[in-house]
């Protein structure tokens, strides 16, 4: 028994995190679906959200002006969310420079903010983006490009995280992973995870995601994936995102998103493309069993514990029990990665040693923000208005 919980759990967490990506990029390289790219210049309407956003919003909206796109062909709106500083006065000031602001009096969150905003797009493409993140000269027009294809119904671009610090190096390293497996979906039909700081739709296929959804550009990326479009990543579009300025501020970022995700498995009955069974598969790998890891992590241990205290005492076939002395072994080899993340907590060193160091610090951390993501939505105490990290 416990031999087999304890390979479960290792097949889980092998398939998530190596045997999914290497398997949907060797059918990526066997059955590719060519995307039809050209210089289109459609319509564009630029749209966040922003509360009490005054400390970036100058430098987000200067880089706003600066993309290099017709500006008689882009327009920018800020939503603004009940802010109590700065933000809607500095907003307002760029009127002249073709900025528009739609100002809520009181914050109900960015979801509220964005839902009753869309009323005022006029583009034929909604750009979704983040007040603190910066795009570069060409995102805009590199992310369009995809739709002249007719089959595409949302693009989502590439982030670049910005800072030196081990999280930011790792959490780079993670979006680097993230990449490859977008761009293989991609190639083989669509991308399932989608950046809400760069993320493009057409309007005709937007639906308003319901009151209380946390995730809110997954569940529009799900819905144009059940309208029967596709969703691809743009790696030319970049997005400029500064780390968070410190541990506890990611982890808060990551178990919101994850308890979002719990939420949408629990919801997705009407939105998930069961008539794309490629798709589908897709979502169920590269999503929802990473929502396993933390549990499969747990019972790892536990099942290599209790085998050890069984003492080969288990019934079955060889290959199914943990028998000395690689019960031992396989304790040893988990024992040292959770000894390493705890160094790379207590310890922040630079360079290669830094680096490695903090690859099973990140790992560990996305995991306990995990579980708490999946206490939240039990509980019902994650809420659509929520605080940003520090950055």
């Known amino acids: 028994m416990f031999g087999i919980l304890f390979w479960m759990s290792v097949v889980i967490l092998l398939y998530v995190y190596l045997g999914y990506p290497l398997l949907i990029a060797v059918l990526a390289q066997g059955r590719k679906k060519q995307v039809f790219r050209s210089d289109f210049q459609p319509f564009v309407t630029l ?9 970036v919003i100058v430098k987000k909206l200067a880089n706003t002006l600066a993309l290099k796109y017709p500006r008689e062909r882009l327009q920018v709106i800020v939503a603004d969310d009940g802010s109590t500083d700065g933000t809607a006065e500095i907003v307002r000031s760029y009127r002249d420079q073709g900025i528009d602001l739609v100002s809520f009096d009181e914050r109900r969150g960015k979801l509220a903010a964005l839902k009753d905003t869309v009323k005022d797009v006029h583009g034929e493409i909604i750009l979704f983006s983040d ?35 081990s999280l930011g190096k790792a959490e780079g390293f993670y979006w680097r992973y993230e990449e490859f497996i977008k761009r293989q979906e991609s190639r083989l039909d669509s991308c399932v995870g989608v950046a809400g700081d760069l993320f493009a739709i057409r309007k005709k296929l937007y ?7 946390i995730n809110d550009d997954f569940y529009m990326a799900l819905c144009i994936l059940k309208q029967g479009y596709r969703v691809v990543y743009a790696p030319e579009a970049r997005s400029y995102h ?11 970022r990551r178990t919101r998103m994850t308890a979002g995700r719990f939420q949408s498995i629990f919801s997705a009955g009407t939105v998930l493309p069961f008539q794309r069974p490629i798709v589908l598969w897709q979502i169920i790998s ?8 933390p549990f499969a992590m747990i019972s790892a241990l536990l099942a290599n514990i209790l085998a050890i205290f069984s003492h080969g005492g288990v019934n079955g076939p060889a290959w199914l029990i943990l028998a000395d002395p690689y019960n031992w072994i396989f304790l040893v080899l988990q024992g040292l990665f959770y000894m390493v993340a705890a160094m790379g907590m207590k310890f922040k060193l630079s360079g290669l040693l830094g680096k490695v160091l903090y690859i099973p610090t990140f790992l560990l951390n996305s995991n306990m923000a995990a579980l708490r993501g999946f206490y939240r939505y039990l509980t019902s105490r994650q809420s659509v208005i929520w605080k940003k990290a520090t950055r």
Do not use: C, W
């Not at 570069?136 to 989502?156: L, M, N």
């Not at 639906?207 to 959804?213: I, L, N, R």
């Not at 590269?286 to 890891?293: A, C, D, F, I, S």
């Open 47 to 55: 749209l966040f959200a922003a509360h009490n956003e005054e400390k």
């Open 131 to 165: 007040a603190d993140n910066l795009y570069s000269p060409d995102a805009v027009a590199e992310t369009v490009k995809y739709f002249s294809d007719p089959t595409i119904g949302a693009v989502s671009g590439g982030r670049n995280v910005i800072g030196e610090t």
């Open 207 to 213: 639906v308003p995601p319901p009151e209380g959804t």
């Open 242 to 252: 500064p780390v968070a300025g410190s541990e506890q501020g990611e982890a808060e």
């Open 286 to 293: 590269h999503k929802y069993m990473r929502l396993l890891l």
